[in-house]
Structure formats: structure tokens, C-alpha cells
């Protein structure tokens, strides 16, 4: 059974820009969470889409969007990037929404010049 | 005070012997635990899901809830050179309306 795929697995951009990443769920999950990784504040919740409704939110600027499609595909939008931007951007997904456990992929290393 | 606290490490064991690996939180509302391995360029791999408190094991892995002390504990028995990388503690509320909240994880490294 595939895992979670993430692409692209790395992306440049500058500031100002805006910078879609995309996530496939493993094949029968149905919620898609996001998270953001970096060194100084570790792993944070970014969002979390379960039947193309975002069921909740982390506390991230509203730069920071995201849609889910009816196969449960799930894309990330940035707008106006900024150097702090830079990160590993990682995709979880769960059977359901609720309790369920997260299997994450290998995530989208982004980088802001 | 951060929600969950975790050493960075490194944490440095010889090949074979016991690893212990802690989280502390300070929000009595998580109820369910889990226990992440993270590689270099990987995401993280789910090692351990538990619910409220208790023990739960899996192979060489022994995972610890202790709700009263707001404490949770990996262990790994048998510990290979493989087995090197970062741990990340995460947990949640129930209701399961909340995304994970992590700890910032510990930097293993098992010793050929």
C-alpha cells in the first residue's frame, strides 16, 4: 500500500511569492493534516481537511490556506512568503477525521531566498 | 512553559542496551499518546499510538502513560544502530477536534 506522497519534495522561492504544495493521502483516508517542522519551534498544526471542509485550524497566519478535493487530495497555499516561511512542510493522514492515527509522508522542504 | 516538554539530547547508548525516552505535558486534556521516529530527510514514522493511561507494547517498543504525573515514556529494548534517529512524543485531546501537538523531539544515536 502507498504512503502519503508529498510533491514537490523541494522548492526555492523569494520573498513575496506564493508557493502551492500538493499531498496524497494514503488510498482510503479521507482526512489530510498539515504541519509545519522547524528547527527552532519543531512540529505545528497547521490544519486538518476531512471531506473538503477544514475541520480546524493552528494558530498560523491566514497566509497559510488549504482545500481538500473529492478524491481527498489536499493542497497548501503560502501567499506573500516570507524568509520564515523556510521549512518542512508535512502531510498526515488518517483513515477518519477524530482519534485516528496520522502516517506522515516525507514532506516538502521549502525554502524562501 | 511549553505545552510539551521533551530533551533534545543527544542521547547516546552502546548497541543492545535499554533506551528510555520522555515527554512531559502540562495540559491535562490530551488523551491519547503517541510515539514518533524520525530519519534524516524523512517524515516521521508512527511507532506507538496509545488511549489515556496505561502500558502498550509492541515488539521491542514499551510505551508508558502516567496521566497523573502528565508523564509518557519509550522504551527500547534490544536497541540497534538502526534504531538512531529523532523521537517525537505527540498527543491530543479527545473529541479529536485538535490537531497533534509535538515535542520537539530527541536526537538518539545507538552506538555500534
Known amino acids: 500500500k502507498a504512503g502519503v506522497t508529498q510533491t514537490p519534495r523541494y522548492l526555492i522561492k523569494t520573498r513575496g511569492q506564493q508557493v502551492t504544495l500538493s499531498c496524497s493521502p494514503i488510498?482510503?483516508?479521507?482526512?489530510v493534516s498539515w504541519y509545519q517542522q522547524t528547527p527552532g519551534q519543531g512540529l505545528q498544526f497547521l490544519f486538518e481537511?476531512?471531506?473538503?471542509?477544514?475541520?480546524n485550524k493552528g494558530n498560523f497566519p491566514g497566509r497559510f490556506s488549504g482545500r481538500q478535493f473529492s478524491n481527498s487530495r489536499s493542497e497548501m497555499n503560502v501567499s506573500t512568503l516570507e524568509l520564515g516561511d523556510s521549512a518542512l512542510y508535512l502531510c498526515?493522514?488518517?483513515?477518519?477525521?477524530?482519534?485516528?492515527?496520522?502516517?506522515f509522508g516525507d514532506g516538502t522542504r521549502l525554502s524562501i531566498l | 512553559q511549553k505545552e510539551v516538554e521533551q530533551d533534545p539530547g543527544p542521547l547516546s547508548v552502546p548497541e543492545g542496551a535499554i533506551v528510555s525516552l520522555n515527554c512531559t505535558y502540562s495540559?491535562?486534556?490530551?488523551?491519547?499518546f503517541m510515539w514518533y521516529r524520525q530519519y534524516s530527510r524523512k517524515g516521521p514514522e508512527l511507532l506507538m499510538y496509545?488511549?489515556?493511561?496505561g502500558n502498550k507494547e509492541d515488539g521491542r517498543f514499551t510505551a508508558q502513560v502516567d496521566k497523573s504525573s502528565k508523564y509518557i515514556s519509550l522504551f527500547i529494548r534490544d536497541s540497534q544502530p538502526s534504531d538512531s534517529a529523532t523521537y517525537l512524543c505527540?498527543?491530543?485531546?479527545?473529541?479529536?477536534?485538535?490537531?497533534?501537538?509535538f515535542g520537539k523531539g530527541t536526537h538518539l544515536i545507538i552506538q555500534p
Open positions: 498526515a493522514s488518517s483513515p477518519n477525521a477524530g482519534n485516528q492515527p496520522q502516517h
Open positions: 488510498s482510503g483516508h479521507r482526512s
Open positions: 481537511y476531512f471531506s473538503e471542509t477544514q475541520r
Open positions: 495540559n491535562s486534556a490530551f488523551q491519547y
Open positions: 496509545t488511549y489515556s493511561s
Open positions: 505527540a498527543m491530543r485531546p479527545g473529541g479529536g477536534a485538535d490537531g497533534l501537538t
